[in-house]
């Protein structure tokens, strides 16, 4: 199993999708610190339909809370900063892929902390400064579950 770990989520209807995505391949979802909205929110509930019920959510204070949580983890970063391309990294069981906020993306203490485990998403054209949240789960995640063979 893998867990999927978001950061100060900002925008609900992007948590919402991860939560669908996270509930449709048995992956768990873990929200670390205060997000920017409520977790009830008919936003989020909106888009992430009905399937909230099967969504393994673990809600943390914070990264210490996380870490805690899962000791048997590896926990893999995930930036725009990082020259290393996420699909050449070798995804294992219960590895913890960690997203920021959309607006920020992780601070910068976290990611110099780890840097050796901080991964990113090629985007050949140097004008886009990102891609959106949930995207950017969708691709790292269903590259983690194909390497582990969870298919």
């Not at 989520?9 to 670390?32: K, Q, S, Y």
């Not at 995804?91 to 960690?98: G, K, R, Y």
Request: aromatic letters at 12%; one cysteine or more.
């Amino acid at each position: 199993m893998l867990n999927v770990c978001l950061v100060e989520p900002e925008i609900p209807p992007n948590t919402g999708n991860i939560a669908r995505l996270c509930a449709a391949t048995f992956t768990n979802l873990h929200i670390v610190g205060v997000t920017g909205f409520r977790l009830d929110e008919k936003a989020v509930k909106r888009a992430g339909l009905d399937y909230w019920d099967e969504v393994k959510l673990f809600r943390h204070r914070n990264m210490e809370a996380l870490y805690e949580a899962l000791p048997n983890s590896r926990f893999l970063y995930f930036t725009t900063k990082s020259q290393r391309n996420y699909t050449d990294w070798q995804f294992q069981d219960n590895d913890c892929l960690i997203f920021g906020r959309e607006t920020r993306g992780l601070p910068e203490d976290l990611l110099k902390a780890n840097w050796d485990r901080c991964l990113t998403i090629p985007m050949p054209n140097e004008n886009v400064r990102s891609l959106n949240l949930a995207n950017s789960v969708g691709i790292v995640l269903y590259e983690a579950l194909r390497q582990c063979k969870f298919f």
